[in-house]
């Protein structure tokens, strides 16, 4: 029993003192900006990142994925209550939570969405832990040609299956790679892209841009289309689900976690697609579809356990492959480089404490959430009253001396600025900065196994497609993108993604 | 249906890759290009430029086919003012120190959003300087003097 030997000496790590703390801090930020408005998991672990400088990275890791999937219990939250959802990924559950919150029954649709979500949880650690490590021993035997196509393929698919416009996610994946390789050329040494400032030869810091788009663009997105908040009821009633809700729960909450899990794997699906699909399954096969959007208990349970099954098997390619799926995997890869490990299959065999530790942290996260936030209830409730011209100040007091810890160098402060400003006018014209991400962490990694591959191969690009392994991530490359493409599909996918 | 050019989202995003795929381009004409055998610093950079400026291309055609709106609203106030508090940071860390640029940052951030309340943003901003400095310079022990030249 291998794995209940990696599990156990993951527990070991999770366990260590130090690691439950960071933990602790993690879930409770993430539960906090999942219920306080107009900040997501990405801004914040965006802004946190310096602070984590001189944290271990295991620590440090634990601690920013437990921001990620607290915030997304905070995020179910607050759909439940006030109808509005913290995170995108909640906006399914507000349908029937909310109704079921105006029938007084805000504490049965809270606990039962806790449940759903710890379950998932539960499952899809195992999931992470199975999968996890015959994924990295494949990817160990990788030559360049085929991580470089594998990097494409992650990069095609996420683009994809993103929101908004294809070929906009496309063209904003070049972008990003363009910008991941500002700085010194690892083979040569020359400058690119430069201008001749000296803050910029070691390429453009990934917290810099992290904090400009996601942080700065976002607030000024906030203020540009501000939301009324009305806390509807500061009744949450009782917490236990009745029989009957538990009973009706169990089924949706298995096909969720399965439906997410599954889609969570898939680079470039966003929670949102997880749970609006596993609601809409939970509402056709209903023998009483009617009772939907009028509190059914189903379509909060079902969603909400696909939507942490997603978030999740997200971490998947990324400990495994070095692949984010995500822009939150994104920042997490970002997060791994800034500690000075090399994303990538070596990081199973060359820190298992880092991957095992993750793993199981994330299981004990998932307890500590359901522990502590069901009693805390009220305390959420109350954040939730907090205005936003309190909050983005405090964040961007967050960011800058974040950004400017990192180096001592106020040239990082103006760059964040103007990216701020970049990141604002990407979203007016529809183009996601999230594939911009995904491109700008992998663009260094790219070049150099392109660089590696058509070396090895003496020149000859036909490389990629003469390996067989190559060959398959190219294929599957074309075919999404073909796929994708086709007008039937082309119209679901605007349906669905919006 | 057609919107006036100035306001066509897909023209504006094509506009803007094409652009920067152009300047990527000029300037990457300074690094050697190499071959694919040996990739000189080049190589990657122009073939994606290429790439972007196709992208660039295809997006605009689209836009003056379809021509979409830009999406949302945008508040000039806090497009100015936000990148505007965060640079005001970066010049008063150089001449003036910490304390000086974090009450710059938090009194034009919060003059950026909708409502400005002289009495709330002056307790804020207190509250937030004296709150990170003990964090960031105390706490965490940055090395940062809170005022310069005293």
């Keep these: ?498 | 249906m057609k919107s006036a050019l100035g306001k066509n989202k897909d023209f504006w995003a094509g506009m803007m890759l094409i652009v920067i795929g152009a300047a990527a381009m000029f300037i990457a004409r300074d690094y050697r290009f190499g071959s694919a055998l040996r990739m000189g610093p080049g190589f990657f950079p122009t073939i994606l430029s290429g790439i972007l400026i196709a992208f660039g291309v295809c997006i605009t055609a689209v836009g003056l086919r379809s021509g979409e709106k830009i999406q949302g609203n945008l508040s000039l106030r806090a497009f100015l003012l936000l990148p505007l508090s965060l640079v005001l940071f970066g010049v008063l860390m150089d001449l003036a120190g910490f304390i000086p640029a974090l009450t710059a940052l938090v009194f034009v951030s919060a003059a950026s959003g909708r409502e400005f309340k002289w009495g709330e943003v002056m307790l804020l901003t207190t509250v937030l300087t004296v709150a990170s400095t003990a964090l960031f310079i105390w706490g965490l022990g940055l090395p940062y003097p809170l005022l310069k030249g005293f």
């Design chain 1, 1 to 498: 029993m291998e794995l209940l030997h990696n599990l156990v000496f993951g527990f070991g790590v999770a366990l260590s003192l130090q690691n439950v703390l960071y933990c602790f801090i993690g879930v409770m930020v993430g539960t906090l900006i999942g219920v306080l408005p107009g900040i997501g998991p990405m801004a914040t672990i965006a802004m946190l990142l310096p602070l984590t400088y001189n944290v271990p990275p295991v620590a440090a890791m634990i601690m920013l994925a437990g921001i990620y999937y607290g915030a997304m219990y905070g995020g179910s939250t607050t759909s439940i209550l006030v109808n509005l959802p913290g995170e995108t990924a909640s906006v399914i559950t507000c349908i029937d939570g909310y109704q079921m919150a105006r029938q007084g029954r805000a504490g049965a649709a809270l606990a039962i969405s806790a449940i759903g979500s710890f379950f998932a949880g539960t499952v899809c650690t195992l999931i992470v832990a199975m999968f996890g490590p015959p994924l990295a021993n494949m990817a160990l035997k990788f030559g360049s040609p085929e991580y470089f196509s594998l990097m494409l393929m992650g990069l095609v698919t996420a683009a994809v299956l993103a929101q908004g416009d294809m070929l906009k996610s496309l063209a904003m994946v070049v972008l990003g790679l363009l910008l991941g390789i500002v700085g010194s050329d690892v083979d040569s040494g020359v400058k690119r892209f430069c201008f001749g400032v000296f803050e910029l030869a070691d390429g453009i810091g990934f917290v810099i841009i992290a904090v400009g788009v996601f942080a700065v663009g976002e607030i000024i997105s906030n203020l540009s289309d501000p939301e009324e908040r009305v806390v509807f009821t500061s009744k949450v009633g009782s917490l236990y689900p009745t029989r009957q809700d538990l009973k009706q729960s169990t089924a949706p909450i298995l096909r969720g976690t399965v439906l997410g899990a599954f889609l969570g794997i898939l680079p470039g699906t966003t929670p949102s697609i997880a749970t609006f699909a596993a609601y809409m399954i939970e509402k056709k096969i209903a023998k009483d579809p009617s009772r939907f959007g009028h509190g059914a208990i189903e379509g909060v349970a079902s969603p909400e356990a696909a939507n942490n099954a997603d978030a999740q098997c997200k971490f998947i390619p990324m400990l495994s492959l070095g692949i984010p799926a995500s822009g939150t995997m994104a920042l997490m890869l970002g997060a791994l480089m800034i500690h000075g490990i090399t994303p990538g299959p070596g990081v199973m065999t060359s820190k298992p404490d880092l991957f095992w530790g993750m793993i199981a942290s994330m299981w004990i996260g998932n307890l500590m959430l359901v522990i502590i936030n069901l009693p805390l209830i009220g305390m959420w409730v109350s954040l939730l009253k907090v205005p936003y011209r309190l909050l983005f100040p405090a964040i961007m007091v967050f960011s800058a001396i974040g950004i400017y810890s990192t180096n001592n160098a106020s040239f990082d402060v103006y760059l964040a600025a103007l990216f701020g400003v970049l990141g604002i006018a990407w979203r007016m014209f529809g183009c996601s900065p999230v594939p911009m991400l995904l491109g700008f962490v992998l663009g260094p990694m790219m070049e150099e196994n392109l660089r590696r591959a058509l070396q090895v191969s003496n020149g000859d690009p036909t490389v990629l497609v003469t390996r067989p392994i190559s060959l398959a991530f190219i294929v599957v490359s074309v075919l999404i993108l073909v796929i994708m493409t086709m007008p039937a599909v082309k119209k679901r996918r605007s349906d669905i993604t919006g």
